[in-house]
């Protein structure tokens, strides 16, 4: 597909080779998502904050942010899916500086990450009693505590790539995971940016494989610890999956209670 002619060779997830040859068909509308973590997220955003849902729907989680986005744009063409109008991506907040991110039919959740926010919310001071960082990350936690100032200076907007040029700056900083001068033969006092993401990661495994918490419980914690965002980010949702205005023989079926009901897998 090179206009080179040269082929190019990359590694992409199951669900994205399943869905070009196969597709996933029987559904209106697509949620592509980057992971199992985000689309129990939407799943749950959904069956709580989203009401009058009319089109049927399927949350397919693809793998990374460009795959996810480069799977949509495949399908404007080929429509493996659906029509364009009937997909969109969403990606973590962290993906929303990168050039991938900025098209209407991709959306950025209001966390850098469901795996950060957690990590943050604990460092915090959130959950103590149940959430033991130290003994669950055996790390340098104070490295990483440092780092949540940074994370918290500029909040991830919610909804479209519409960002203000603050909100720009701080992101580029922490994607290009600036922070104090490396010392030689020293770690610096503050976690860079991927080391707080893996952490965070190795957090929520723990935590659900020692069963303190389920996913689903750190899910419902952090959306109402962060209620306002979650519900406003959840608009989204709700205009893509909602009743569209219906033709004048369907308006009256409507109005007598014909059931409506929306399926998902």
């Not at 697509?30 to 709580?48: N, S």
């Not at 929303?96 to 959306?107: D, G, P």
């Not at 990661?201 to 020692?210: A, D, F, Y």
Request: proline share 4%; aromatic share 10%; glycine share 8%.
């Amino acid at each position: 597909e090179q206009s080179t002619g040269v082929a190019k060779i990359e590694n992409v997830p199951y669900n994205y080779i399943k869905s070009i040859l196969f597709g996933f068909k029987g559904w209106d509308k697509y949620i592509l998502t980057e992971d199992d973590v985000l689309k129990e997220f939407l799943e749950y955003l959904i069956r709580t904050y989203c009401k009058s849902i009319y089109f049927s729907y399927n949350i397919i989680y693809i793998g990374g942010g460009s795959g996810t986005t480069d799977l949509m744009r495949r399908n404007r063409t080929e429509e493996f899916f659906s029509s364009a109008d009937n997909v969109i991506s969403v990606l973590d907040g962290d993906q929303k500086i990168l050039r991938h991110a900025r098209n209407k039919s991709t959306f950025c959740i209001p966390f850098e990450s469901l795996e950060k926010e957690f990590l943050a919310h604990c460092l915090e001071g959130g959950l103590k009693g149940r959430v033991d960082c130290q003994a669950l990350l055996k790390g340098d936690i104070d490295r990483l505590r440092r780092y949540v100032p940074i994370l918290r200076k500029a909040p991830i907007s919610t909804g479209k790539s519409n960002i203000s040029l603050k909100v720009r700056f701080w992101n580029l900083l922490r994607s290009l995971r600036l922070g104090p001068p490396k010392k030689k033969g020293k770690k610096p006092d503050v976690s860079s940016e991927g080391e707080f993401g893996d952490a965070g990661k190795k957090l929520l495994k723990e935590v659900v494989k020692q069963r303190i918490m389920s996913q689903q419980e750190v899910i419902q914690h952090l959306c109402k610890e962060n209620e306002a965002a979650v519900i406003k980010f959840s608009e989204e949702l709700q205009r893509f999956l909602t009743v569209q205005p219906a033709p004048e023989a369907s308006r009256a079926a409507i109005a007598l209670g014909a059931p409506v009901v929306a399926k998902s897998q």
